[in-house]
């Protein structure tokens, strides 16, 4: 008579435990019975709908897990973690405590890329999971929030690339040539509805309340799909651009009436060859200041005065 193992069984009701949460929220569940270090694909619904979210998940089962300090400790060894890393969809590491039937929940790839150890260089890793991340049906709404900000994490350096590629006009994409440039930065939990700005004097791209792109009338120039930001031209960086707030950018303000000078872009490269106003007045010059001064000194030298 073959006998199911008390290892089985605890796994058999780990994955138990997981599905009947997710379908509890009418999230598809489908077993991946070939073991590569992935448990379950787990399809997103919404409101009866599907939703273009999805994810894998590691289910680990145990009668006795290790609690310290308010965490559950859990080793794991590094080629499996490289393995989740790496996966084009999100990965959820579960623990189930069978006998009392918690579940605790962490996203793998976020976690990595907050360890300040060098944990590709070892062999196994212990895992620290929050005692208080436990999945339950009513926090299914932060993991679907916590997806959405993770696609459009990954999709924006997408879009970002696919704007800055050169076109037949323009050979060199600003963005990446650009002495100002900083690499986008990690989408914070403070923006609620993200989307994409592009600063118009450094060239770089931030995250943005889409609400407040909207009320400044910033210019959408990417229309994205569902799981993309939209990307807005950011023409008030002294507001918004962390770049230029920094003045580590190509923010200067105007030296007469302390507005901010906006220089063209390609002059930014080029040599400067204006005979009216050297370089370094025009960098210090907002446009509407330039051209007035522009105007006074041409009038100037038409009535046979020097400069």
């Known amino acids: 008579m073959v006998k199911r193992t008390e290892f089985g069984q605890i796994g058999e009701k780990a994955v138990l435990l997981v599905e009947k949460i997710f379908n509890e929220a009418n999230w598809v569940c489908n077993r991946l019975y070939h073991d590569f270090g992935i448990d379950l694909h787990v399809k997103?619904?919404?409101s009866g709908r599907t939703a273009p979210w999805e994810f894998h998940?590691?289910?680990?089962g145990t009668k006795h897990p290790h609690i310290s300090k308010d965490r559950i400790h859990f080793d794991i060894d590094t080629e499996h973690l490289k393995d989740w890393r790496d996966s084009l969809l999100?990965?959820?590491?579960?623990i189930c405590d069978v006998r009392s039937d918690k579940v605790y929940w962490l996203w793998i790839k976020k976690y990595l890329n907050k360890l300040n150890l060098d944990w590709q260089e070892q062999s196994i890793i212990t895992l620290q999971i929050p005692a208080n991340n436990q999945l339950r049906p009513e926090i299914l709404p932060q993991l679907c929030t916590d997806l959405r900000r993770s696609f459009l994490m990954h999709e924006a350096r997408k879009v970002i690339g696919l704007m800055e590629e050169p076109d037949e006009i323009n050979r060199s994409s600003f963005g990446f040539n650009s002495p100002y440039y900083?690499?986008?930065t990690e989408l914070g939990r403070s923006i609620k509805n993200p989307a994409l700005a592009r600063c118009i004097l450094c060239g770089n791209y931030f995250w943005?309340?889409?609400?407040?792109?909207?009320?400044?009338?910033f210019v959408k120039i990417y229309e994205p799909y569902v799981y993309e930001p939209a990307?807005?031209?950011?023409?008030?960086?002294?507001?918004?651009?962390p770049v230029c707030m920094s003045g580590k950018g190509a923010l200067e303000k105007c030296k007469n009436c302390g507005r901010y000078a906006v220089p063209e872009f390609d002059?930014?490269?080029?040599?400067?060859d204006n005979p009216l106003?050297?370089?370094?007045?025009a960098k210090q010059l907002c446009h509407e200041y330039f051209e007035e001064l522009m105007r006074s000194r041409e009038c100037k030298l038409k009535n046979g005065n020097s400069i």
């Open 44 to 46: 997103v619904f919404e």
């Open 57 to 60: 998940v590691q289910i680990k």
């Open 90 to 94: 999100p990965v959820l590491f579960v």
């Open 182 to 184: 900083r690499p986008l």
């Open 208 to 217: 943005i309340e889409e609400g407040i792109a909207i009320a400044w009338e």
């Open 231 to 241: 990307v807005y031209d950011c023409d008030a960086p002294e507001e918004f651009c």
């Open 267 to 272: 002059e930014i490269f080029e040599d400067w």
């Open 277 to 281: 106003i050297t370089w370094d007045e």
